[in-house]
């Protein structure tokens, strides 16, 4: 696809992995995306579509984007990246769909699969093979443009769930988008992503939600958060998240989160018989198992400070 500002932009250069990108929802994701092909200098230009336009000044101001554009001049660009709630595919991809350019590629951020095939196949209909569904693991309980930088996807796995339909053109261009970023590839189905990512990522926000709720519905809540130390800070650190981002995850992936918080509670009736029973025993091997497994854990490396 031809774009004049993309070619003023590159004239006498070699010609950038993607000329023009559109982001929708400029924030810690679609903007770090964005500022880690700029410094690679691997994007001629990129411009922003969203609902606050201070939100997209401020966007501009940080350098993330040249300017702000509609969902119809987005569906013009090379590639597409929507880093919008879960909930808010299908909607996106509605108003993108009657002007997408033949050529143009979109993808996704979003943090469940099987549902936005789904939409996106609603959406989309035979235009389907232009979208490639991706899930980037990196994130923060921080949010907004000033958050963004280009390094959040440094050494982080990006999960696509490829389409029969998408041509591999369009998987290639995806692909090597997110190894521009840093960011290593790993493919699975859309089924397969919302299991795993269930277990490892979404429950654990649940529960952290749920256990600030217990803590602010005490009596002594205010005393309660005056002695907290770093472990609660620790265990509470993600539940600073988008409440609109994980409303929409836990409701789209409420199957397999389901199984997974009965398991969890399979666990916890296990630990608390053990300490009404007064079995110290039972209790030391549960803890050390469990102990040993997490310090071996992706041993000698920091902590990601993430927000999947």
């Not at 993330?64 to 595919?89: K, N, Y």
């Not at 929409?248 to 296990?270: C, G, K, P, S, Y």
Request: hydrophobic share 45%; proline share 6%; charged share 20%.
């Amino acid at each position: 696809m031809s774009h004049p500002d993309s070619a003023r932009r590159t004239a006498g250069s070699p010609r950038p992995l993607v000329p023009v990108l559109a982001v929708v929802g400029v924030g810690l994701i679609g903007g770090s995306f964005a500022a880690a092909l700029r410094r690679a200098g691997q994007v001629g230009e990129v411009w922003g579509v969203g609902r606050q336009a201070a939100s997209l000044e401020q966007a501009r101001k940080l350098g993330l984007i040249e300017r702000a554009v509609s969902l119809e001049e987005a569906a013009r660009a090379d590639l597409v990246l929507m880093a919008v709630p879960v909930g808010a595919t299908r909607s996106t991809l509605e108003g993108l769909a009657p002007y997408l350019g033949p050529d143009t590629i979109v993808t996704d951020a979003g943090s469940t699969k099987a549902d936005v095939v789904r939409a996106a196949r609603e959406a989309l209909g035979g235009r389907i093979g232009q979208f490639v569904p991706g899930h980037p693991i990196a994130g923060s309980e921080q949010s907004g443009p000033a958050a963004a930088f280009p390094d959040l996807y440094r050494g982080r796995t990006v999960i696509l769930t490829p389409l029969d339909e998408n041509p591999p053109a369009a998987v290639r261009l995806v692909e090597q988008a997110w190894s521009t970023c840093g960011a290593e590839i790993r493919t699975m189905r859309p089924d397969e992503h919302d299991t795993v990512l269930a277990s490892v990522s979404h429950v654990p926000h649940l529960l952290a939600f749920a256990y600030m709720t217990q803590v602010l519905g005490a009596a002594d809540a205010g005393l309660r958060l005056d002695l907290a130390g770093s472990g609660f800070r620790d265990f509470t650190r993600i539940a600073g998240g988008s409440p609109d981002m994980w409303r929409d995850i836990f409701l789209a992936n409420r199957d397999a989160m389901m199984q997974e918080t009965a398991a969890v509670r399979r666990a916890l009736d296990a630990f608390e018989q053990a300490m009404r029973q007064g079995d110290a025993a039972g209790l030391q091997a549960m803890l050390e198992a469990v102990s040993t497994s997490r310090r071996a854990w992706r041993a000698g490396q920091p902590s990601p400070d993430t927000n999947e």
